[in-house]
């Protein structure tokens, strides 16, 4: 190991992300999977992750804003692969977009000339998913806009400049209720536009979980982020539920074992005193690497095959855990999460003890901490 | 990792600060801490910032982070304090990076690989890095066996901030130390005990020389005292444009969970930053933003990449620049107030922002 890989690591398993792929793709043929690698693949490493996902078949990738799929556009990776993104900046190089033929989501009229000028400018073809607003009123066009929205798109479909991919959507995942009507919606949009002649290749409103649950949404395509990454984003159902494997772990090594007398303070405001004398362990991961202050007394790590509570206040850098009597050394693994083989919490657990979602708990892991990829294709 | 977040750092500030902290501490050294890339700021040009400011020292956490400045050209005495298991310190001879040792192992492993200095870390009572005091009479034997060929330059120690007692019971054992030290022919030109905490507030911990990290960032290490009563700038404002406006009517959801549903008409923009740019989750609905001179929640729940402010009728267009927080002297949240909102402290709100950020130095 590195002297980077030998302090912290989160080890990206590329086999189970291809074997979740693969069995995705296989419950929900012939619906397309559209992989989201947004944020870096949450992390994971947008640039690994994305050829493998080709190898286990998928076709589509999500990036949420422009410039990564433009990079991985320059680079050959995913190579003809489709690379689609739907939250544009004013900043955005639109006509990089239309020559490396990226997928770009459009909510208004204003963005829908602006593209088709980039287009005819180029004497090239933009390729668009218009973005119907069901409810989560973040990007996405209003119903009482869309009529119009749609008319405009066909007739700059007609002139040449345009190709319409797709129509899209995204749902608030608030309740059964709410997403029912947001399908609604999105029906009714799909309708209307094919009143317009705007008819497109993929219809795609459901991500992860809902896509899984509710076939009736699934469409044309689907867009699956987290689920690939073996993280469930539904409460109370596990990776294992879904016959996926988490794909993220996070493990450092201890670097000093202490053993402290009762009563003695530990970490910043002394937030924890040593009830008995006992060893404690340093562990080089903080705030800082996305380990959050509010994991103190609320998770367990696994140090030599047994749960340890982090005790003290989590720092920027470090944290410390409670051995007890047991030994410890210095280059011991500590597990934080994982996919839960060696009695370490999951991502999902991980989430909820620090009061939040996985995909936080994901995205946040530091620039600091080395990614080890492991389980390449041969 | 939205390339629309853009970090402002303005190097004047850091530069202020640093003077501020020296004339406040003077006559002790200053070390700028820079680790966790300069609690988010940017490591490289921070560090060049804080040297041209005249900082004696600069500290970061390993030596990962050390190399990185070297690397760069950074060629002021760095010192790293966390280092892993079986480091063997060769690069840190190479590059004539200055290792804190908190075992005997350390020392040996350092001292084979030529380092030109070590300072030794030891614990006083936070239990964390450092020599504990059981430890201390072999470490200081073979720190004082070797001192002819490898120095003892400086010994240091880090404090709970748990109370003035316990600060000074600190104090007292890192006194103990040093004596301990002197009778074996040591005494290290730098004894360095105090964080920004500690060093404002509590003159006895200053000793030789100071390590400031969230101060000298212009931030206030303490909760009920805000940068300017410390007569520091806070050098980062974090921005970014306007992506999507469009009118809301009442009673609708906004965002996921629709956590928000506006009681009248009003206006919602939508703002790529989330928390995959390191805006914690916790502070959605709670913490504010300023366009110009005006504040407005964020509604909603934050998101991976975007956050909702309610704008109401105000005429508010795509591209306007949203700053998240930033000087308060200038009307701006601070993050002190992000901190408040999320439930979390000042140092995690800068420090946790993605390293891909766009970040900007500004004289």
Not at chain 2, 21 to 32: D, N, S
Request: charged share 20%; glycine share 10%.
């Amino acid at each position: 190991m590195s002297a980077a890989t030998s302090l912290r690591r989160a080890t990206v398993d590329l086999a189970a992300y291809r074997a979740n792929l693969e069995s995705l793709i296989a419950r929900l043929d012939p619906v397309e999977i559209l992989a989201i690698v947004k944020a870096d693949a949450y992390s994971h490493g947008a640039d690994v992750l994305v050829p493998e996902a080709v190898a286990a078949g998928i076709r589509w990738f999500g990036t949420v804003e422009l410039e990564p799929a433009l990079r991985m556009r320059r680079l050959g990776i995913g190579g003809d692969a489709s690379f689609f993104a739907w939250q544009l900046s004013p900043s955005d190089d639109l006509e990089a977009a239309v020559d490396l033929q990226v997928d770009l989501g459009v909510s208004t009229l204003d963005q829908l000339e602006s593209v088709a000028a980039v287009a005819r400018a180029r004497g090239g073809v933009a390729l668009l998913h218009l973005t119907i607003d069901t409810g989560l009123h973040r990007e996405g066009c209003l119903p009482s806009d869309w009529p119009a929205f749609v008319a405009r798109a066909v007739e700059l479909r007609d002139e040449g400049v345009v190709r319409l991919r797709g129509i899209f959507s995204h749902v608030s995942e608030t309740s059964e209720a709410d997403d029912q009507a947001a399908a609604r919606v999105f029906e009714k949009a799909v309708a209307d536009a094919e009143a317009f002649g705007a008819t497109v290749e993929k219809r795609h409103m459901s991500s992860s979980s809902a896509a899984l649950e509710h076939p009736e949404r699934r469409f044309d395509m689907v867009r699956m982020g987290s689920n690939g990454l073996g993280i469930p984003v539904t409460e109370g159902v596990t990776a294992a539920d879904r016959g996926l494997r988490p794909v993220l772990t996070l493990s450092a090594s201890v670097v000093k074992v202490k053993r402290v007398a009762a009563g003695t303070g530990v970490s910043y405001d002394y937030t924890f005193r040593a009830p008995s004398d006992t060893t404690l362990a340093l562990v080089p991961l903080g705030y800082a690497d996305g380990v959050s202050r509010r994991a103190q007394g609320a998770v367990h790590v696994v140090v030599n095959g047994a749960p340890r509570p982090i005790v003290g206040r989590v720092a920027m850098d470090q944290f410390l855990v409670d051995m007890g009597d047991d030994p410890v050394a210095v280059g011991d693994e500590v597990v934080l999460f994982g996919p839960g083989d060696r009695g370490e919490m999951t991502i999902g657990e991980w989430a909820d003890a620090t009061d939040t979602i996985p995909e936080e708990v994901a995205c946040r892991v530091g620039a600091r901490v080395p990614r080890v990829y492991v389980g390449g294709r041969p | 990792m939205t390339h629309d977040v853009t970090i402002t750092v303005d190097t004047a500030a850091l530069r202020h600060n640093v003077e501020v902290l020296r004339a406040a501490v003077a006559p002790a050294a200053v070390m700028a801490v820079v680790k966790a890339n300069a609690y988010g700021h940017g490591a490289v040009e921070c560090a060049r910032a804080f040297v041209e400011a005249g900082v004696d020292w600069l500290g970061v956490a390993d030596l990962t982070e050390a190399v990185a400045l070297r690397r760069a050209g950074v060629e002021a005495p760095v010192l790293a304090w966390l280092h892993a298991p079986g480091e063997d310190f060769v690069e840190a001879a190479a590059l004539g990076i200055t290792p804190a040792v908190s075992s005997v192992d350390q020392l040996e492993a350092a001292v084979a690989a030529g380092v030109r200095a070590v300072h030794l870390a030891i614990d006083t009572g936070l239990s964390r890095n450092g020599a504990v005091e059981s430890e201390w009479p072999e470490l200081f034997d073979r720190a004082a066996g070797h001192a002819a060929v490898v120095p003892v330059e400086g010994l240091m120690t880090h404090v709970s901030n748990a109370s003035s007692e316990e600060d000074g019971l600190q104090t007292a054992r890192f006194a103990r130390a040093a004596a301990m030290l002197d009778e074996r022919g040591v005494r290290p030109p730098l004894l360095h005990v105090a964080a920004s905490a500690a060093a404002l507030d509590y003159v006895g911990s200053r000793a030789t020389m100071v390590r400031f990290g969230l101060a000298s960032y212009g931030l206030s290490p303490y909760p009920d005292r805000t940068s300017a009563e410390l007569g520091l700038r806070p050098a980062m404002t974090v921005t970014a444009p306007v992506t999507t406006v469009k009118r809301i009517p009442a009673g609708e959801g906004v965002s996921y969970g629709y956590l928000f549903r506006p009681e009248r008409d009003t206006s919602i923009a939508i703002v790529p930053a989330g928390y995959a740019d390191g805006i914690d989750r916790a502070a959605s609905e709670r913490a504010s933003v300023t366009i110009g001179q005006r504040t407005y929640r964020v509604r909603g729940r934050i998101a991976m990449n975007a956050l909702v402010i309610d704008v109401g009728d105000d005429p508010v267009e795509i591209g306007d620049e949203v700053v998240l927080f930033g000087d308060p002297a200038l009307g701006r949240q601070s993050a002190a107030d992000w901190a408040d909102a999320m439930g979390g402290i000042t140092y995690e709100v800068v420090a946790c922002l993605a390293a891909g950020l766009t970040r900007r130095y500004t004289a």
